[in-house]
């Protein structure tokens, strides 16, 4: 697979041959602070984990804010018991160096540390879940695709945990995918463009067929046959040809876009229920199997989110396509409840 960049505004670190671009995520800190609350309690005594949780404490403000709304959520479920409160119910109480709880305590505690992280989630997630829905004309639910004709004839076919919004008139016809991903097969039509907006970057065609991805770091297009362009309001002077079958783009939050080539087949290829991947980061991968099973699954482990990972995986055994990217690096897969799945590279 051929890869290179355009219209790149940020530094990038190299790994062999491909390019890992670091986008910045609000919600990243939050997300970070659940992992470290679970780190922390399964291992309590490891050093050298305390002592990176502390690096980490101390490298931003925003950082220590997430960690102390998470502690804030666990202690309000009851969840922080007294030894636990002073050892990690705040930043500097973290600091500190309490003495281990008791091993007969451990499990009811992790159990009740999950339920306050799934608070959490539901404070950080429920709000922009129901403003989707709320906009949205069509949708779908956890490991439901769904094939929708639109009024000129096209068809959209909906990933699973995707929405959009449709509005068509006389001189325009006009999609917003406003989450998840979407593969349109397109009739053509010279007076109407056909247009697909997801997050500030718009795809515009007369008649092809395509995949559109949004994510919250990124958007990725990549064309099956004819021909597309995209432009990005993250980057309004970003120059690049018009996407041809075969062609990918995905462009992050900085507007940095990388681009390459693969096999027309992969655009798309969800439909049939097999998802195909071609050196791409464990971290999208792991996104994308994550609207195929329920809960949230979050990624621990130095480095591991950016490995690179190749491989043919059944969408309708998600459980097991996670445990087979995990173990393409040695990670492993932890079901803390029905609602939080952790892959951790420690």
């Not at 010279?190 to 770091?217: C, E, I, K, N, Q």
């Not at 989110?305 to 969408?315: N, P, S």
Request: zero cysteines; proline letters at 4%.
């Amino acid at each position: 697979m051929e890869t290179r960049t355009a219209g790149s505004n940020v530094a990038a670190k190299s790994s062999g041959d491909v390019a890992i671009h670091e986008a910045e995520n609000p919600n990243r800190p939050k997300d970070e602070a659940l992992r470290w609350l679970i780190a922390l309690q399964e291992e309590p005594d490891d050093a050298a984990l305390a002592a990176r949780f502390e690096v980490w404490l101390a490298q931003d403000e925003a950082n220590a804010r997430a960690w102390a709304e998470a502690s804030h959520v666990w202690g309000v479920l009851g969840a922080a018991e007294p030894a636990l409160e002073r050892r990690y119910g705040s930043p500097e109480a973290t600091r500190s160096k309490g003495r281990r709880p008791a091993v007969r305590r451990r499990g009811r505690l992790v159990a009740t540390a999950a339920m306050g992280i799934v608070a959490l989630f539901a404070l950080v997630l429920l709000q922009p879940a129901l403003t989707i829905w709320m906009m949205a004309d069509h949708a779908t639910g956890v490991a439901e695709t769904r094939a929708i004709r639109l009024d000129d004839g096209s068809v959209a076919w909906l990933g699973a945990e995707s929405a959009i919004q449709v509005s068509f008139d006389k001189t325009t016809r006009r999609v917003t995918l406003l989450s998840g991903e979407a593969y349109f097969e397109v009739q053509r039509d010279a007076g109407r463009p056909f247009r697909v907006s997801a997050d500030g970057v718009t795809t515009t065609v007369l008649g092809t067929a395509f995949d559109v991805r949004s994510d919250p770091d990124a958007v990725s297009v990549a064309v099956s046959h004819g021909k597309v362009a995209v432009a990005s309001a993250r980057a309004p002077g970003m120059a690049t040809d018009p996407l041809e079958a075969g062609d990918w783009i995905s462009i992050d939050q900085t507007g940095h876009a990388e681009r390459g080539r693969a096999d027309p087949e992969l655009a798309g290829g969800w439909r049939s229920g097999l998802l195909v991947v071609q050196d791409r980061p464990v971290e999208e991968v792991v996104r994308v199997l994550g609207r195929y099973q329920r809960g949230r699954i979050i990624i621990t482990g130095s480095g591991l989110a950016a490995r690179r990972v190749t491989g043919i995986y059944d969408l309708n055994a998600p459980a097991e396509a996670l445990l087979a990217v995990a173990e393409t690096h040695g990670a492993t897969v932890r079901r803390i409840s029905p609602w939080l799945t952790v892959v951790s590279g420690w």
